[in-house]
């Protein structure tokens, strides 16, 4: 039996109060009945179980994930252009298949004409020529029947939005040349500037002539498509005018090739 004096001596506290109490008091659990352990031997076990080292945790048995790997465009273009082209593809579902085919008459006149790491630039850039046209109302891009004065003026905008577009992006400086002259005239007559030969860069030139191309195969509102003969005699007709010779020479050369 306890002495009296040691059981007056001591102090009963709920064990929500541990941070409060003195090493000689008594625990009493919440839930009724009494500790057996007084409050020193209590609060020793407690430092003795914080000073102990932390158990390492079991190495897990699960497999290792596999890292990410970020999808790579087919055509090697940066994510940044992608995205555009996906926009592009939104307002006119049309136009990815045209931006490719025009891309790949690029690429054949480009391995002709420049270094490889160029031609490869230029074709990016030939996917790329149109992308002004996400700033443009999609009804008019989309329009099947002939566009007027007003409309025409506003689609004769899309090298300079293109370009405009591209300049927001780091990644793409290298396209914002050929985005933004490919359609001027090799003799000066065309837009946004009315720069003529030599000035106009190369992938710019090389872009007219497959676009120019590729649009006479397919039918437009006001005419059949033509035969592949018929447009690349068309294409001839326009060498110093329109064109560089050198890149109609190239395409020809492709195309007897093919």
């Known amino acids: ?126 996917l790329l020529c149109n992308i002004g046209l996400v700033a443009i109302p999609q009804e008019i891009v989309q329009r099947t029947a002939v566009l007027t004065s007003d409309e025409q003026r506003m689609i004769r905008r899309h090298p300079i939005l293109g370009a405009e577009l591209l300049h927001e992006h780091t990644a793409l400086a290298d396209f914002i040349l050929p985005v933004l002259h490919h359609h001027e005239d090799y003799d000066g007559g065309g837009y946004p500037y009315g720069l003529s030969g030599d000035w106009i860069p190369l992938g710019a030139r090389i872009i007219r002539v497959a676009e120019t191309y590729d649009a006479l195969l397919r039918a437009r509102p006001y005419r059949p498509a033509l035969a592949p003969a018929e447009a690349l005699a068309i294409m001839r007709a326009g060498e110093g005018r329109q064109f560089d010779p050198r890149c109609v020479t190239a395409l020809a050369a492709h195309l007897a090739d093919a």
């Open 1 to 126: 039996m306890v002495p009296q004096h040691d059981r007056e001596a001591r102090r009963t506290v709920p064990l929500a109060a541990v941070s409060a109490i003195t090493p000689d008091a008594e625990v009493v659990p919440v839930g009724g009945g009494r500790a057996r352990l007084s409050t020193g031997a209590l609060l020793t076990e407690l430092g003795e179980l914080v000073a102990r080292p932390a158990v390492p945790p079991r190495p897990s048995r699960r497999r290792p994930l596999l890292p990410t790997v970020a999808a790579r465009d087919p055509d090697g273009l940066p994510p940044e252009a992608a995205r555009l082209l996906g926009t592009l593809a939104s307002v006119d579902p049309e136009e990815p298949a045209r931006s490719h085919a025009l891309a790949r008459y690029a690429m054949a006149m480009a391995g002709a004409l420049a270094p490889a790491a160029e031609g490869a630039r230029i074709q990016q850039a030939a």
